[in-house]
């Protein structure tokens, strides 16, 4: 029944799909020729012609819609990547549509292949978020449930039930959790409650508890110590109707946007993945290209007053050109206009403080409103960084941070930035280490445009009033 149900909404949306595609092309013909004021100099095609062109997009933009696994179940889907995947899959169609026009002798106006993009997207991702917006008011109604059992009764296995019971949109019915130790060892009768659920049996009464409850779904929740227990429950579950999802036990990995990958049919886990990967790292690029360029273009005349204030004030050069670690454990030569003395790091190499005596007096005007990173925007416009992430570190200090800090070069899977996460909460120079990482690794863990926007936001506000700026 639960497979059935499944299978018919799936179908539903595959239908309506078809009618938003089939319509949005129809719009986007109407539209064009009787809607917008634009010129026809070859005059108004029939319509027939652009019903046999939509008859034929739509079934190919249904496959295209399907390659990319929209007609799974999206339960526990983010959002955002559903309505992502959608956008990509509309992209295609059209440069497919594009395509076949060009062969058919442009035969489809490109206008109308642009305002069926823009209706399509605009319509499959409304459909989308109304679907899920209903599905999780029902689920949280108690409608539309999916019934379950944890195998396990330690950590891993109450952090799946707390994420189910936080998540009653989700629509997860936890029944209780199955002791992974045999009956041979008395665990059944040894615990009896779990995170606040009950303790049903053990693996061996996998089949009997999955029949007895109705559960559709067996989440395996195990430490990696009880492995043999995880064999049994799946031997046990071999032919059970109920569907077997796998929670690997990473608590004592260091993670990072932790996810799964398919390599040949076989599933490999991504402890640790940058997030700017694929599409993101194109966006994120483009996004630094565009910014960092048209920077350098309107703050020349001040980048060449600076210089030239520097110049006036004090020997030695107008760059101070260091080497520091960015993506991957590359070393890189950053600029920085230089706001102290020449020798001020003869005696070898070390945090700038508050006051520091070895600042010049331009430097520390332009230490105070952060104009001695502003030659940065060349690192960021030639991809050696980025305008947002973590802060780069002296070769010396990485390598001794990365003996003594937990996770400390997890932040070096991502390009280091102008400014960051932590700088903009005020963790800049001699701040505390480890507060810093913290604020990096969350950034990494949670990164998005619209993050790297709020950061930049922030910097901007912050920049004349941050007392940490040394």
Not at 71 to 92: D, G, K, M, P
Not at 121 to 142: D, E, M, N, P
Not at 283 to 312: M, S, T, Y
Not at 349 to 357: G, H, L, N, Q, S
Request: charge should be positive.
């Amino acid at each position: 029944m639960f497979s059935r149900h499944r299978q018919l909404f799936a179908s539903a949306v595959f239908a309506l799909d078809a009618l938003l595609i089939f319509g949005s092309w129809l719009a986007a013909y109407w539209a064009r020729f009787h809607l917008l004021p634009l010129a026809a100099p070859l005059g108004i095609p029939p319509m027939r012609a652009y019903l046999w062109m939509g008859a034929v997009l739509t079934p190919v933009s249904l496959l295209v819609l399907r390659s990319f696994r929209l007609y799974r179940s999206a339960r526990t889907a983010r959002l955002s990547q559903e309505l992502l995947a959608v956008l990509q899959a509309i992209a295609i169609v059209a440069a497919l549509a594009a395509l076949g026009s060009y062969f058919l002798r442009g035969e489809v106006a490109r206008s109308v292949l642009l305002l069926f993009a823009v209706l399509a997207a605009f319509t499959l991702c409304g459909a989308r978020v109304a679907v899920r917006s209903t599905l999780r008011r029902l689920r949280r109604q108690g409608h539309n449930l999916r019934h379950v059992l944890i195998v396990g009764t330690g950590p891993m296995a109450a952090h799946v039930a707390r994420k189910m019971t936080l998540h009653a949109d989700y629509g997860f019915q936890v029944h209780g959790f199955v002791s992974a130790l045999p009956r041979a060892e008395g665990s059944a009768e040894s615990v009896t409650e779990a995170a606040g659920f009950p303790v049903l049996g053990c693996v061996d009464d996998l089949p009997e508890l999955v029949e007895r409850t109705g559960a559709q779904l067996v989440y395996l929740a195990l430490a990696r110590e009880e492995h043999e227990a995880e064999l049994l429950a799946l031997e046990r579950l071999s032919d059970s109707t109920a569907a077997v999802r796998l929670v690997p036990d990473l608590a004592r990995a260091f993670t990072l946007n932790a996810s799964v990958e398919d390599f040949d049919g076989m599933p490999v886990v991504l402890v640790t993945e940058s997030p700017d990967q694929g599409w993101n790292g194109v966006l994120k690029r483009a996004f630094d290209v565009v910014f960092a360029g048209a920077g350098l273009l309107v703050l020349w005349p001040v980048l060449l007053a600076i210089a030239v204030w520097i110049k006036l004030d004090s020997r030695g050069p107008v760059f101070f050109v260091q080497d520091r670690v960015g993506l991957n454990g590359r070393r890189f030569r950053m600029l920085k206009f230089r706001t102290m003395v020449p020798e001020a790091e003869s005696d070898g190499a070390r945090w700038t403080k508050k006051d520091d005596p070895r600042r010049t007096r331009a430097g520390a005007v332009l230490r105070k409103l952060s104009l001695d990173e502003l030659p940065q925007l060349w690192n960021v416009f030639v991809g050696a960084m980025s305008l947002v992430g973590p802060r780069p570190e002296q070769p010396l200090f990485v390598h001794q941070f990365r003996a003594s800090v937990p996770r400390y070069m997890l932040r070096h899977h991502v390009k280091a930035g102008i400014t960051g996460w932590a700088q903009v909460n005020g963790l800049r120079g001699d701040t505390p280490l480890e507060r810093r990482i913290e604020y990096d690794l969350y950034y990494i863990e949670h990164w998005s445009m619209a993050f790297d926007l709020k950061i930049l936001a922030l910097t901007v506000v912050r920049l004349f009033r941050d007392p940490s700026a040394v």
